[in-house]
């Protein structure tokens, strides 16, 4: 892979450069050389995963107040060996009514997406209604960033997590042989295919230029909503115009290790469920060490839960089961005519499948801790922001936990427990924000205006953002 890159980085004349960087396949033998780099990039990453983690009781931690992380509950215990790592924020609310599956289009962007108990009302937009975190942090950062998936299913208002704008959902790789390809671009053998390449990026580039030129000139001659669907497709020529010169400079200072997927794989298919998620995560940690992008969001599912619908980790020996009606069956609350027995085997089956969850976030903190960077670790510079988009199996989301996993180079203070309870959802994200340099005092918004009542409470306007160190 390394050599095949080389080549087509010589091939466009910018391989002299590039290629005396390291490659990611070297970070692993590099121990304690890490890079002696005062600059070392500051990243984020937001690891979603669905359903709600059962209940304040399962995931609250002995104490009261602000605490030390000494331990973790039960069904938590994937995460025990990174308590460290760990700042976990609990009780914190969505600033509007906020229930159902509908939650999931206002758990990154902060704002009402319209208050209704059903899964689904035709009557009401129920899109994002601004740019989510993730998209606010690289517009800042000046990246795009790279938003992955695992079975997040078609595109609905109940399926999409990262917005670019209001109205803007951004689709989930879900392939991670694709998202693998568009991240770091083609590798290709022979010169002659490359010069071909080069010279389709050439008239790719002109097409693009002569483009905007000529939206440029029709911009001032019309109305309002036209200027605004042209902005629109502004913004997508210039993620285009990123990506070919992206694609046509190797893209990254590192060459990416390849994946390994067996012929039989299917990214759609429920059994390769967690297998497609191990490999996103690989994308993911190759993208940030290699300086790809600065900002991945990898959602695991979606608000209904399609990676859940059959639930089964091979490479830990768990199946609990196939079809909507057995994941209904364990995450839901139980029913009232049900069993001691039922009960407890119920239990059982939704602690192992929350512990599926966190053993996969655990496999992420520890594959951006494997990478040494600077004077620590590439989880060292990441601020890995953890959040599910339901509090309760009632499908409501609040009381919520969170988690910031790593950034100790970017000022987070961790193996803490902090007891936000009743404080915004919008106050900890500004507070996120601003380990970024943004100087935020909230994100989103903190009210939510129904007929000229705002649901947050008026004490809310005057927390500021939280903090983090």
Not at 357 to 379: K, N, V
Not at 441 to 462: H, Q
């Amino acid at each position: 892979m390394t050599l095949r890159r080389r080549r087509f980085l010589a091939s466009l004349g910018l391989g002299a450069g590039l290629a005396a960087m390291p490659s990611f396949a070297r970070h692993a033998a590099l121990g304690a050389r890490a890079r002696a780099d005062a600059t070392v990039p500051s990243r984020f990453l937001v690891f979603f995963t669905p359903n709600c983690p059962w209940g304040p009781e399962h995931w609250t931690p002995s104490g009261s107040g602000d605490r030390a992380l000494t331990s973790l509950p039960e069904m938590m215990s994937p995460l025990a060996r990174h308590a460290s790592r760990l700042l976990m924020i609990g009780g914190v609310d969505m600033p509007h009514p906020a229930q159902n599956h509908t939650a999931i289009a206002r758990i990154l962007t902060a704002r009402a997406v319209g208050n209704i108990g059903g899964h689904e009302d035709a009557t009401h937009d129920l899109w994002g209604k601004g740019p989510s975190l993730d998209h606010t942090i690289a517009s800042h950062l000046g990246v795009e960033p790279l938003v992955l998936g695992v079975r997040s299913s078609p595109r609905e208002q109940t399926s999409r997590l990262s917005y670019a704008g209001a109205g803007r959902p951004v689709d989930p790789i879900d392939d991670p042989r694709i998202a693998f390809e568009r991240t770091f671009g083609p590798v290709l053998d022979d010169a002659a295919a490359a010069a071909a390449l080069r010279a389709s990026y050439a008239q790719s580039g002109s097409i693009l230029d002569a483009s905007r030129e000529q939206m440029d000139l029709v911009r001032p001659r019309v109305g309002r909503s036209d200027r605004d669907r042209l902005d629109a497709h502004l913004d997508v020529l210039a993620s285009l115009e990123s990506r070919l010169m992206r694609d046509a400079a190797g893209l990254t200072s590192c060459s990416p290790t390849a994946l390994t997927i067996p012929a039989s794989f299917d990214p759609s298919a429920p059994e390769f469920a967690t297998r497609t998620a191990r490999l996103q995560m690989d994308v993911a940690a190759q993208a940030l060490a290699c300086n790809a992008t600065r900002v991945v969001t990898l959602q695991i599912g979606n608000s209904g839960d399609t990676f859940g619908s059959h639930v089964c980790d091979p490479e830990r020996g768990i199946d609990l089961g196939d079809g909507v009606s057995e994941h209904n069956r364990i995450v839901h609350v139980p029913d009232a005519d049900w069993s001691a027995s039922e009960r407890s085997e119920r239990d059982a089956r939704r602690m192992q499948l929350e512990q599926i969850y966190f053993g996969l976030f655990a496999e992420m903190l520890e594959r951006l801790d494997a990478i040494p960077e600077g004077h620590g670790t590439l989880l060292d510079h990441t601020a890995v922001l953890w959040v599910k988009s339901l509090a309760t199996q009632e499908h409501r989301a609040e009381p919520l936990l969170s988690m910031v996993a790593g950034g100790s180079a970017l000022g987070v203070r961790t193996g803490r427990f902090l007891d936000r309870s009743g404080h915004p959802i919008n106050s900890l994200y500004a507070g996120v924000a601003n380990l970024f340099g943004m100087g935020l005092e909230t994100f989103g918004d903190i009210g939510w205006d129904d007929a000229g009542d705002f649901w947050s409470p008026p004490e809310w306007r005057t927390l500021g953002p939280m903090s983090l160190s």
